[in-house]
């Protein structure tokens, strides 16, 4: 889905070699790693991508089923009473279990997108917060940021 664009973008980024391996000193670029080198930026951004487009994308095939499962039943007018559904397909009929499930999994993503401003903020020397990885962290997280709440904010809305 489209709203997977800023998950591409960081990756092709974050996973070029020239932003992770320094050629000329033959050693590894200092800025994707925080100021203790306890964390590496670019897993983080990699494991972060990858929530974020397996959520979306999830989601985006879950909300097409509903659809055509729900147009299939007002096109042959079949009762929702009459419908014996079990098992994970009991499951993903149910809003309200997937709401639960896509508000657990926005969630995550707005805790890691606030983890990288922290990052950013005070895991990161002056240098780097400036540099190809430090741009790509805070804008990453703050894009992920704004979705994340805004997506738990309606599915708060919709499930309490």
């Not at 657990?104 to 990288?116: K, R, Y």
């Not at 990161?124 to 805004?150: D, N, P, Q, R």
């Amino acid at each position: 889905p489209l709203i997977c664009s800023p998950d591409i973008i960081a990756l092709n980024v974050v996973n070029n070699w020239e932003i992770n391996y320094n050629e000329e000193d033959n050693e590894w670029n200092e800025c994707i790693w925080s100021n203790d080198y306890s964390l590496n930026i670019s897993l983080f951004l990699n494991i972060g991508s990858l929530w974020s487009i397996i959520s979306y994308s999830l989601f985006a095939l879950w909300f097409f089923w509903y659809l055509k499962t729900s147009s299939f039943i007002v096109m042959n007018r079949v009762r929702a009473q009459e419908l014996e559904w079990k098992g994970i397909t009991a499951i993903m009929a149910s809003t309200r279990y997937m709401n639960n499930i896509w508000l657990t999994l926005t969630f995550g993503l707005l805790i890691f997108s606030c983890m990288g401003i922290w990052i950013h903020d005070q895991e990161m020397s002056e240098e780097c917060k400036y540099s190809t990885i430090g741009v790509i962290i805070i804008s990453w997280s703050a894009i992920h940021l704004v979705l994340a709440f805004l997506i738990c904010s309606t599915l708060c809305i919709v499930c309490c």
